[in-house]
C-alpha cells in the first residue's frame, strides 16, 4: 500500500478520535482498519473508571471489523490528539498480530506519523501455533 493511501487511513482515523471517550487520560485516540474489499471499520478508545476495563481504538476496529464476519485486512492507521505519538500497546500489538500480521501500520499525529508493520511492531508474537 502506498503511503498516500496510508495518509488518506490516518485521516479517517483522525476523524474516528473525534468520538473517543477519554475522561482520564485525556488522549483521544482513533483507528482506522482497512479490509480486502476496501472498507474502513473505524475504532475509538473507550476508557472506564476501573481503567483495566478500557478498550482502546485499535481493538474497536478490529473487533467490530471481526464481528461483522471481516477477517482479511489490508492496513491500520492510528491517531492520537496529542503533540506526542505512540504506537499500538503491547495488548493491541497481540490482537493485530492474531488477525493481521503482515498488514502495515501507520500511526500519528497532527505533527508526525511513522510507518511500520505488525509483525516490526511484535516480532515474537504469541501463537499457539508455535
Known sequence: MDKDALLELLDKARQAAQNAYAP??????GAALLDSLGKVHLGCNVENAS???TNCAERTAIFKAVSEGVRDFQALAVWVDSDTI??????????????APRIPVIFGNALRHEITDAATLLPSAFSLDK
Open 51 to 53: 481503567y483495566s476495563l
Open 24 to 29: 482520564y487520560s485525556g488522549y483521544k485516540v
Open 86 to 99: 505512540f504506537p499500538p500497546c503491547g495488548a493491541c500489538r497481540q490482537v493485530i498480530s492474531e488477525f
